[in-house]
């Protein structure tokens, strides 16, 4: 596992204000280092708190040995003359979960952000599949074969259920036999968007909504998924329900995970690995039984436990 210092939050950059749409809160300056150290400590059995999820915790699709469709290398990315992301290294298998955790206004909204080009990088390169993505339009990005599930979901609320889908079908140019098994597929995994594909998306519950945004997401048939924080605002029954298709997206069609979740504890039962980010900067990395393992990370994103 990768070893590094925890840097101490900065508060005044992460209420700053005017900062460009999804994430006016990503992108701090780095602060002063403190004394506290990932990595350290011996496993504990805090598994078992917060609502394990249903069997089979972390068992994720098993990563290809050779693909790599994701590589972030030494990234940095500003908005405006404010650097939010500071020489990120970071990767993901083909097959596999990974989760970054980290306080609000880290930075990891922005980098999922930076991954599908808006703001794009002003260092480093973004590698998918093995092809430099780093300066392409964001809908070329999506073409390659990248879906991002935003925050707070960003559905078109005066559209029905199923002109949203269409939608993200239309994103990648996916039409006619493919958006139909598209939208079976979701309807198949979603039973209620069926019943609800008439209704106007701003009418359903956030549960109901979030269903939609990740089968709109699903409808480009992406190789790589990024979720920003799938969870929000969702009653503990339908976080359970999202985390377990979220699984089942990754075992039974292959698709990578980059996660960004505010339930550390659920995030890390489902990846295979995570990357922790402060104030713009990867602090710590590793398996979920190192990051789980260690002391520091328990008492700053586990709540101790």
């Not at 780093?134 to 559905?155: F, K, M």
């Amino acid at each position: 596992m990768v070893m590094r210092r925890f840097p101490s939050p900065n508060p005044a950059l992460a209420s700053r204000r005017g900062m460009p749409k999804p994430d006016a809160r990503d992108g701090n300056r780095p602060g002063e280092t403190s004394d506290v150290r990932c990595c350290e400590g011996k496993p504990g059995d805090q598994d078992e708190r917060r609502g394990a999820l249903s069997a089979g915790d972390g068992d994720t699709h098993p990563p290809s040995a050779s693909l790599q469709p994701l590589s972030i290398r030494n990234v940095s990315a500003h908005y405006g003359r404010i650097q939010a992301l500071y020489d990120i290294d970071l990767s993901i298998e083909s097959g596999e979960i990974v989760t970054l955790i980290g306080a609000n206004g880290a930075g990891k909204s922005t980098l999922l952000m930076t991954i599908c080009g808006n703001p794009r990088a002003r260092a480093g390169t973004i590698l998918f599949d093995g092809e430099d993505i780093t300066h392409l339009p964001t809908h070329r990005i999506i073409g390659r074969g990248i879906a991002l599930v935003p925050e707070g979901r960003r559905i078109f609320a005066r559209m029905s259920v199923l002109e949203n889908l269409q939608m993200g079908a239309a994103s990648a140019e996916q039409s006619g036999n493919g958006s139909h098994e598209g939208i079976a597929k979701t309807f198949a995994r979603f039973p209620i968007l069926r019943e609800r594909r008439h209704q106007r998306a701003g009418t359903l519950s956030g549960g109901e909504q979030q269903m939609l945004a990740i089968g709109r997401a699903l409808m480009a048939r992406p190789r790589l998924l990024l979720l920003d924080e799938p969870s929000l605002g969702l009653a503990p029954m339908l976080m359970k329900k999202i985390f377990a298709v979220i699984r089942e997206i990754n075992q039974q069609e292959g698709i990578a995970i980059l996660l960004v979740e505010q339930n550390a504890h659920y995030a890390l039962r489902l990846a295979r690995r995570g990357f922790v980010l402060a104030n713009g900067r990867i602090t710590a990395s590793g398996l979920r039984e190192e990051l789980l393992a260690s002391q520091a990370i328990r008492a700053a994103y586990l709540d101790g436990v």
